[in-house]
């Protein structure tokens, strides 16, 4: 990336000065449009969002978004991205170790806590849970911002159960690798029912019910 520097940034101080300033209104610029994009696609959808609608919400050039994101695709995983980080920065906080099977529970229910406590991550989710209009292309390009956040999940909550099956804490006739798919089905699942509108209880309530199912079904109760 190349920057031109302004007249009065003569020296080298007043050189990375300017190009200090250069950088955090790219920055501020690009953080924007992530915004206006995500604004739309919530909105509107993501095939009736254009470039020029994203750069007008925000009083930009449709070549200044172009500068920053080369097309479409581009900008969803950029906005995945985003909300990837802050996410897991969020449930690394709230559940920092998964020790049993509560924990887990636990896990889930922060990100049920998340998605609903912050706007742009309803914006988001919703926008992945409701993915009809999508054509091939842009679903590969989300799959591949989505697939190292998916797999660090999957193992995260997949050791934990590994480790309580070792403890004795679960039935040992079933993998944990299983267990693992069936919660993170039951999440997704439920997380679409919610945006869809056709989930009969609030989310929370979902997934708590989801997990005190599991729990009667597949795990040891203590005498």
Not at 20 to 40: G, N, V, W, Y
């Amino acid at each position: 990336m190349f920057y031109t520097y302004p007249k009065v940034c003569k020296n080298k101080t007043q050189r990375n000065i300017c190009l200090k300033k250069t950088k955090q209104e790219a920055q501020q610029t690009r953080e924007a449009i992530l915004q206006s994009a995500m604004d739309l696609f919530y909105q509107k959808g993501y095939s009736k969002t254009s470039f020029d609608e994203i750069a007008l919400t925000i009083g930009l050039t449709k070549g200044a978004v172009y500068w920053h994101f080369k097309n479409k695709p581009e900008l969803v995983a950029a906005i995945i991205e985003e909300y990837v980080t802050h996410k897991m920065a969020y449930l690394k906080q709230k559940v920092p170790v998964l020790r049993d099977f509560k924990d887990i529970e636990a896990y889930f229910l922060a990100m049920a806590d998340y998605l609903l406590g912050d706007k742009n991550a309803t914006k988001v989710a919703f926008f992945l849970s409701l993915q009809m209009e999508w054509s091939e292309s842009v679903i590969t390009k989300v799959l591949e911002s989505l697939s190292q956040n998916t797999k660090d999940c999957f193992e995260y909550v997949k050791n934990a159960l590994f480790a309580m099956q070792e403890a004795e804490q679960i039935r040992s006739d079933i993998a944990p690798v299983v267990i693992a798919e069936i919660i993170f089905s039951l999440w997704t699942g439920t997380l679409e029912a919610y945006f869809s509108k056709r989930l009969k209880t609030d989310l929370k309530t979902a997934v708590q019910n989801s997990f005190d199912l599991l729990s009667n079904g597949l795990f040891k109760r203590k005498d």
